[in-house]
Structures are given as structure tokens and as C-alpha cells.
């Protein structure tokens, strides 16, 4: 069976509520993370620890590209209960257009197959995006060092989202991964004239039924 992504309009709609297998419901916010820039409109989407800065762990785009813009970061946060309190990033969505979606279809890079497994990895406990021209324009992070460390390390409230700059202007958005490690789906957003609305990351660390 093909994977089906959740009910992001839902997810994304402020105080929305959502019943887990475990009978709580979860309650969704909706964060502005910041913009970022891509010059190239190809939007990459990794762990930054593990594959920026290095040539031999260089992503590749995603094949659906957009025109080339500044555009809209936002997290989806999702606080529960069960089994303790708990806060945490449930999506990222970049909005491309702000026009409503009507068709989703996974985000894949040139080569992947269209199935279950599709995804990128999350070692670090972090995922972000950047446009695919940015790979070596954060320096230190993967030595635990530069803006995208500083971001990491700043003693903020709420789940980890935030937009920093590197070299010659570009910008990255980074966000911690809901669960932890694993493998976390992208998905694009169709609109009614068959353009890119936006991606959405998958980040969800809990059993959400369906809302329809």
C-alpha cells in the first residue's frame, strides 16, 4: 500500500486538535520560522550535521523545482500528553504559493523509487532546508561549529525552528526532527493550476488518526 500523507491543512491550522491511538488529542500551533532564499529554486532537504559542507555526503535536489524567490518557513507544533508533556515540531511546510492544495505527491530526488521508504535521513536529530547551490556556505557544521552550531545551541523556548544566514547571502532553515533520528518524508503540495504550493516534512512523532 502506497503511503498517503496526513491532513497537513488540518495540522497547519492554529488550535486545531488531533485524537491519538492512545484516546489524547494533540493540539497543534503554527510557528513563523522566517524566509528563506532560493536563487536556483531547487529546495534540498537533509540533516545538516551529517550532510553539510561535505562533498561525499551532498544531497541531491528534489526534482519538483519552483521559480526562484524568498519564501515562507513555518512549523506545525504539536503539544501532548501522553506519556508526558511534551512539545514538538509535527511538520515544516515551505509556502511556495498561498493557494489551497489540492493534490500532495511525494517529494523525491532524481532516482528515487515512489514507495514507503522514501525520505531523508535524520542522524543528528535535525532536518533543514536550502537551496541546493548552499551546501558549502555554512562552514564548521560539521564540525560542530558556525551559524547553523549557534542556532542549535541558543537557549530558546519551544522546539528547535530557525532561519540563520551563512556565506554570500544564502540562507538555511533548520528545525529538530519530532521523534529524533529516522526517516522523514517531504511531500509537495499541487495547487488547483497543477503549480508547487509548498513542501511539507513529515516530522510527526506520534500515532495521529486520521481527521477525515
Not at 529546495?43 to 561525499?56: M, R
Not at 500528553?81 to 512539545?87: H, K, Q
Request: net charge negative; aromatic share 10%.
Amino acid at each position: 500500500m502506497s503511503m498517503t500523507p496526513p491532513d497537513f491543512a488540518h495540522w497547519f491550522t492554529p488550535g486545531a486538535t488531533v485524537p491519538t491511538e492512545e484516546k489524547r488529542d494533540v493540539v497543534f500551533a503554527v510557528r513563523e520560522v522566517g524566509e528563506i532564499t532560493l536563487p536556483t529554486g531547487r529546495l534540498v532537504a537533509c540533516d545538516p550535521i551529517v550532510h553539510l559542507c561535505v562533498d561525499d555526503e551532498r544531497p541531491d535536489p528534489f526534482t519538483a523545482a519552483v521559480p526562484p524567490g524568498r519564501y515562507r518557513v513555518q512549523t506545525a507544533e504539536a503539544t501532548f500528553t501522553y506519556p508526558y508533556d511534551r512539545t514538538v515540531n509535527a511538520a515544516v511546510r515551505l509556502v511556495i504559493r498561498d493557494t489551497p492544495v489540492v493534490r500532495w505527491e511525494p517529494a523525491l530526488v532524481p532516482g528515487e523509487p515512489e514507495d514507503d521508504d522514501f525520505g531523508f535521513g535524520v542522524d543528528a536529530g535535525a532536518g533543514c532546508y536550502l537551496d541546493t547551490v548552499a551546501h558549502h556556505s555554512f562552514p564548521g557544521t560539521d564540525d560542530d561549529s558556525g551559524v547553523v552550531w549557534e542556532g542549535l545551541d541558543a537557549d530558546t523556548p519551544g522546539p528547535t525552528a530557525f532561519v540563520a544566514e551563512g556565506e554570500n547571502g544564502h540562507t538555511i532553515a533548520v528545525f529538530a526532527s519530532g521523534w529524533g533520528d529516522g526517516l522523514y518524508p517531504t511531500w509537495v503540495g499541487r495547487d488547483a493550476d497543477g503549480e508547487v504550493a509548498c513542501f511539507v516534512t513529515d516530522l510527526h512523532p506520534f500515532r495521529f488518526t486520521r481527521t477525515r
